[in-house]
């Protein structure tokens, strides 16, 4: 996969906070870059969805099975 790793993370995990996350779903694959920040003392959270990455993780688990 080039390099790239993923946190696993499983439904109703609690997420050490950082920055920056790239996450994937355990079962999908869909994969999402998740950034952190506190704004006027309120935290915020932003979930993109990443395709290429989505992708490029279903084509290695699909070759896995």
């Not at 390099?3 to 999402?32: F, I, K, M």
């Not at 920040?37 to 688990?61: I, M, S």
């Amino acid at each position: 996969m080039g390099g790239s790793t993923y946190q696993q993370v499983w439904d109703g995990e609690w997420l050490p906070l950082n920055r920056v996350e790239v996450v994937a779903c355990c079962g999908c694959g869909l994969t999402h870059i998740i950034r952190y920040r506190v704004r006027k003392g309120k935290p915020g959270v932003q979930y993109t969805r990443d395709n290429r990455r989505t992708g490029q993780l279903r084509r290695h688990q699909k070759g896995e099975q």
